[in-house]
Each structure stands twice: as C-alpha cells, then as structure tokens.
C-alpha cells in the first residue's frame, strides 16, 4: 500500500480522528 487516505464526513469526524492518530496519517481534506 503506497498511501492511505482517510476522509469523513459529519456523522462521525472523532472515529475519523482516532483513526488518522493511530495510523499516524493526516486526515485527508476535501473542497
């Protein structure tokens, strides 16, 4: 796997934020 990125929407941004803390990656951003 080259590279992971996670994105979230409102239902849950603190599941998205323990996931990206435990995996060590940035949450991904979206426009």
């Known amino acids: 796997m080259d590279e992971l ?3 979230t ?3 849950h941004p603190a599941l ?3 996931v990206v ?3 060590d990656i ?3 951003k979206c426009d």
């Open 5 to 7: 990125k996670v994105f």
């Open 9 to 11: 929407g409102n239902a």
């Open 16 to 18: 998205a934020q323990a």
């Open 21 to 23: 803390e435990y995996l």
């Open 26 to 28: 940035p949450l991904g």
